[in-house]
């Protein structure tokens, strides 16, 4: 369900950038539900009711999210944007290689970077995404420069807004990461490596 849900927002998304960047009239939500109907596989469920209930499920999640990006007045920037994060380990040992993908990228009129990861499902507290590793990695990568723009190849600037979307809330909880944050994250990264690199998997 999850993943057919971050399908539809991203063609949409999509289809609707590139309709205003060639001066079009932006789709409307007759365009998102056929994207959502173009990944909708009801047999991927465990029977016919459990394929029901989900697509009960995602009718007003789609109405809040097509409501939600017409009141949008950020550029996105990317979506689905993969990256691949060095950092270096220690004397003598490998560096480790932090991979990711990023659900969301938007440019704001000040030119601020704000990342979106959409989730379906409970939603959370602000603490927890305060303290959220998910956007931590993001947060870090972005301010290492391994994020890239996709139209210019260059490395975005780091993220001053980092956002869970609970699509079936239509709740977006924000947060942000300092320097002092980022830095904390990457040695825990690097301590769990060294842990699993030497057989310690707990």
Do not use: C
Request: charged share 30%; net charge neutral.
């Amino acid at each position: 369900f999850g993943h057919v849900i971050h399908r539809a927002f991203e063609v949409y998304a999509r289809t609707r950038r590139e309709a205003v960047a060639a001066g079009l009239a932006p789709p409307g939500y007759e365009a998102l539900k056929q994207a959502f109907d173009a990944a909708w596989q009801p047999r991927n469920f465990s029977d016919a009711q459990a394929a029901q209930h989900y697509a009960k499920r995602a009718e007003p999640a789609l109405r809040r999210f097509y409501d939600r990006e017409v009141a949008n007045k950020a550029e996105p920037v990317a979506f689905e944007a993969g990256f691949t994060l060095q950092l270096p380990a220690g004397d003598g040992e490998a560096p480790v290689l932090l991979y990711g993908v990023i659900d969301r990228i938007d440019r704001h009129a000040d030119g601020t970077i704000e990342i979106t990861d959409y989730k379906t499902g409970r939603s959370k507290k602000q603490a927890d995404v305060d303290r959220d590793e998910q956007l931590s990695a993001y947060a870090l990568a972005t301010a290492m420069g391994a994020v890239f723009d996709p139209q210019t190849k260059l490395p975005l600037p780091a993220a001053t807004r980092l956002t869970l979307y609970f699509t079936e809330n239509d709740q977006a909880l924000s947060t942000t990461r300092t320097r002092e944050q980022r830095e904390e994250f990457r040695l825990v990264v690097r301590e769990k490596a060294r842990r699993i690199r030497g057989g310690d998997f707990t």
